[in-house]
């Protein structure tokens, strides 16, 4: 992968990112979504934030290497304190984080957060805990998407400020827009999960060292809520 040529998972978010945005990509690595965006044409002004030096250095020479540098601003910083107000970001981008870290990231700097903005969330894992989030701070949920590539699935969220926003359990587990469209790349998933998840509830009852009783209940309804989705698909495919 390179600013010429992203990565599927990459592109897939690119696809996410109005055009004309003024795009902050937090966790930029080596500022390729931003180059790659840019070079297409598709956004207007760009800020690279990063909050490791060998990452922010490889982000300057991808930058500065495509003659860039006036049109993507590269800063050291941790999270949303990359972004200036003047700035006018109208998007920001995090993606091949944890999604707890994401979460904890615009949680911290909340105040940055003009909430005209549209996120476009990468989460490598801890989709629950960030769609939860997303759900107590006035974001819906606009687009979503599961890819795999190299053998990992991804997941991608977007969501801007809408004002009082309810999703159930279910919804933040699996997704609110997912769990309507079953894809065959969110269906694959879940039934790899679901493998996973009854073979780990299995080592828990055999466990000699007791594991605690919260982890255990917390797994069975998850195994119970996928058990369920996957008996729903087999009803529909039957009517
Ligand atoms: C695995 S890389 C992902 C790079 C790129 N976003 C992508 O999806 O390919 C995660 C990057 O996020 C950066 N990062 C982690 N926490 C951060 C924070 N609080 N603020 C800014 N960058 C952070 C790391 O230094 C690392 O370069």
Redesign the pocket.
């Known amino acids: 992968?390179n600013e010429q040529k992203l990565?599927e998972?990459?592109e897939r978010?690119a696809a996410h990112v109005p055009a004309g945005a003024r795009l902050a990509?937090?966790?930029?690595?080596?500022a390729?979504?931003l180059v790659a965006l840019m070079k297409r044409g598709l956004i207007e002004t760009a800020v690279a934030?990063?909050?490791?030096l060998?990452?922010f250095n490889a982000a300057q020479r991808t930058v500065r290497g495509n003659g860039l540098s006036q049109r993507i601003s590269v800063r050291l910083?941790?999270?949303l304190?990359?972004i200036e107000p003047a700035d006018g970001i109208t998007a920001i981008?995090?993606?091949?984080?944890g999604g707890e870290?994401i979460r904890?990231?615009l949680d911290r700097d909340k105040a940055r957060l003009s909430g005209k903005e549209r996120l476009i969330l990468?989460p490598?894992g801890g989709e629950q805990p960030l769609r939860h989030w997303l759900m107590e701070n006035g974001y819906r949920i606009l687009g979503e998407e599961v890819l795999r590539e190299n053998r990992f699935n991804y997941e991608i969220i977007v969501a801007e400020r809408s004002g009082p926003v309810l999703y159930t359990a279910q919804e933040l587990y699996f997704g609110p827009l997912q769990l309507q469209a079953r894809s065959p790349a969110f269906l694959v998933k879940w039934q790899r999960l679901l493998r996973l998840k009854q073979r780990t509830l299995s080592h828990f009852t055999q466990a000699r060292q007791a594991v605690p009783e919260e982890k255990v209940q917390e797994l069975t309804q998850q195994v119970g809520w996928i058990s369920e989705l996957f008996a729903q698909e087999g009803e529909a495919l039957k009517g």
């Open positions: 992968m990565s998972r990459l978010v990509d937090i966790g930029s690595d080596h390729y979504l934030g990063e909050v490791a060998t990452p910083a941790n999270g304190a990359a981008s995090l993606c091949g984080m870290t904890d990231i990468q490598n």
